[in-house]
């Protein structure tokens, strides 16, 4: 069974930090790209940073360019998230995603999903 879990969202002052974790299991982790999209209230769910299957391309989203900083372990099957200098505009569900293409442009690019995990950054 593939399974993608998120952990360490929670509520934060603007400024603060927060390191999410998204744990993988059930698929061969490190043929895929790994994303990190997010989804705010009456909004549609974005692109913020994926990462390729050998930590050579990374990319973000230019909101969180300079702020945000993604890696993964392969011999863990773990991608982390280190979000500093938050702002309340970062609160959101926080999904990770794997796939076949290093892309930010489409959630459709992505085969499996997280359940995601709240970020809530207070002003």
């Known amino acids: 069974e593939v399974q993608l879990v ?3 969202g929670g509520l934060v002052q603007a400024g603060g930090s ?25 909004e549609e769910r974005e692109g913020v940073s994926v990462i390729d299957n050998n930590s050579i391309n990374i990319y973000y989203e230019d909101s969180v ?8 372990d392969n011999n863990k099957n773990t991608v982390y998230l280190q979000m500093n ?3 309340p505009e970062d609160t959101a569900v926080y999904y990770c995603a794997a796939g076949g293409i290093v892309s ?5 690019f992505y085969d ?9 950054v207070s002003s």
């Not at 360019?65 to 993964?72: E, N, V, Y």
């Not at 930010?104 to 459709?108: H, K, T």
């Open 6 to 8: 998120e952990s360490g």
């Open 18 to 42: 927060l390191r999410l974790s998204c744990a993988a299991s059930g698929f061969t982790f490190d043929d895929y790209a790994i994303a990190w999209f997010r989804q705010a209230p009456g």
């Open 65 to 72: 360019k300079g702020r945000f900083t993604m890696s993964r």
């Open 104 to 108: 930010l442009e489409s959630s459709l």
């Open 112 to 120: 499996y999903w997280g359940q995601g995990t709240q970020v809530t």
């Open 85 to 87: 200098s938050l702002k």
